[in-house]
């Protein structure tokens, strides 16, 4: 059970243990420094001031049952690497910009993005239970772009003047980083927009910080007019071992729709058995593959790119190896398309 804090002390800092969600708790208590992970992990402060300088970008933020699924002592370890900064993050490389989806040209009204036809994104919070290194927002200006605390009246107005809409899409950061009260207020007022069907929720924290997924976060989720439908983010199939799974098997029990995106990443799951050992451990918690996501051309995430012409072999292996429901889309945003541009499957002709 959730306990409502007294007015003006809504932010779990200032409440007390005993009012403060377990999963806030555990959020409070993630890795946020560099040294810290080394330690933790054993490995040689050798590889501290690379850390560093990409933490001074971007600062290092890191679960505790997130790095409890790491493997100590291996310095390429695919979980740590996701999350792991370097100095790498300070190369300035020719195509790599700091919003290369084009979001900043796309706000419709304060923290909604609509882009798409019939869905838009809402804004939630800039906030994420982990900081991972190549994530296309790390420079994304949320202060600015994000509805106020409890203040999402300009975006349901937004929202509730476009019939076309049937779709909303929490996303963030993390929408799950708010509270259940704070959500549970937002998807009240979204499914009293009679035009709407579904609210989906892309959200990495049932994956990197299983406490999320409680009773108050499953009683609200499991309710209500709107289908909802969950957009996990797993990049690894590990990420989808304990405690993840059994969190997992609670969101699919309460009859929510569980889809996953991954991103694809050198030196992470860029090779066909990672790939198909990653669906196939989804497929078991009842998560069905939804992207497979060329990088976004970030700044700072280079290291992690894998070239078009691999992508296209993994993808095609990946057929060849999975049954079709199996199979990830592999899309690429591309700045001003009408929806995710879609790889060719067929082969090439290069
Ligand atoms: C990815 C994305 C969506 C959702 O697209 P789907 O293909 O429905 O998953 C919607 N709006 C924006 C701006 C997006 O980037
Ligand atoms: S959880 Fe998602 S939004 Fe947050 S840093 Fe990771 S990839 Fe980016």
């Known amino acids: 059970m959730i306990t409502r804090a007294p007015r003006g002390t809504q932010s779990s800092t200032t409440t007390g243990p005993r009012t403060t969600p377990l999963w806030q708790q555990a959020l409070a208590r993630a890795i946020k420094d560099p040294e810290t992970l080394l330690?933790?992990?054993?490995?040689?402060?050798?590889s501290l001031p690379s850390a560093q300088a990409g933490h001074r970008l971007f600062r290092t933020r890191i679960p505790e049952s997130y790095l409890a699924r790491m493997r100590p002592g291996n310095p390429d370890d695919p979980l740590l690497r996701q999350v792991m900064p370097r100095n790498e993050e300070t190369h300035?490389?020719?195509?790599?910009?700091?919003?290369?989806?084009?979001?900043?040209?796309?706000?419709?009204?304060?923290?909604?993005?609509?882009?798409?036809?019939?869905?838009?994104?809402?804004?939630?919070?800039?906030?994420?239970?982990?900081?991972?290194?190549?994530?296309?927002?790390?420079?994304?200006?949320?202060?600015?772009?994000?509805?106020?605390?409890?203040?999402?009246?300009?975006?349901?107005?937004?929202?509730?003047?476009?019939?076309?809409?049937?779709?909303?899409?929490?996303?963030?950061?993390?929408?799950?980083?708010?509270?259940?009260?704070?959500?549970?207020?937002?998807?009240?007022?979204?499914?009293?927009?009679?035009?709407?069907?579904?609210?989906?929720?892309?959200?990495?924290?049932?994956?990197?910080?299983?406490?999320?997924v409680d009773d108050a976060l499953l009683t609200w989720l499991g309710q209500g007019r709107l289908q909802h439908v969950l957009v996990l983010h797993a990049n690894h199939p590990r990420e989808f071992?304990?405690?993840?799974?059994?969190?997992?098997?609670?969101?699919?029990?309460?009859?929510?729709?569980?889809?996953?995106?991954?991103?694809?990443?050198?030196?992470?799951?860029?090779?066909?058995?990672?790939?198909?050992?990653?669906?196939?451990?989804?497929?078991?918690?009842?998560?069905?593959?939804?992207?497979?996501?060329?990088?976004?051309?970030?700044?700072?995430?280079?290291?992690?790119?894998?070239?078009?012409?691999r992508a296209h072999a993994l993808y095609q292996a990946l057929h060849a190896r999975l049954p079709?429901?199996?199979?990830?889309?592999?899309?690429?945003e591309i700045s001003g398309a009408p929806g995710k541009t879609l790889l060719a499957l067929f082969p090439g002709r290069e």
Do not use: M
């Open 39 to 46: 330690q933790r992990l054993g490995l040689p402060s050798t």
């Open 324 to 332: 079709g429901y199996l199979v990830p889309r592999l899309a690429r």
């Open 241 to 309: 071992a304990a405690p993840a799974d059994a969190a997992l098997r609670r969101l699919q029990a309460a009859g929510i729709t569980l889809l996953n995106q991954a991103v694809l990443l050198a030196g992470v799951n860029d090779d066909v058995e990672t790939l198909v050992e990653l669906q196939e451990a989804g497929f078991r918690l009842g998560v069905l593959p939804y992207y497979l996501h060329q990088l976004d051309r970030t700044r700072g995430t280079a290291h992690f790119e894998v070239p078009d012409a």
């Open 92 to 212: 300035e490389l020719p195509g790599f910009v700091s919003d290369p989806v084009g979001d900043h040209d796309a706000l419709a009204a304060p923290g909604v993005v609509h882009k798409y036809h019939g869905r838009a994104l809402l804004l939630t919070t800039g906030a994420c239970a982990i900081h991972c290194r190549y994530c296309f927002r790390r420079e994304f200006d949320y202060a600015e772009h994000n509805p106020a605390q409890d203040d999402w009246e300009p975006a349901l107005d937004y929202i509730a003047g476009h019939p076309e809409l049937h779709e909303i899409i929490l996303s963030g950061g993390d929408p799950l980083a708010l509270s259940d009260v704070r959500l549970k207020r937002l998807a009240d007022r979204l499914a009293a927009i009679p035009h709407l069907q579904r609210l989906r929720i892309h959200t990495r924290l049932p994956v990197v910080l299983p406490e999320r």
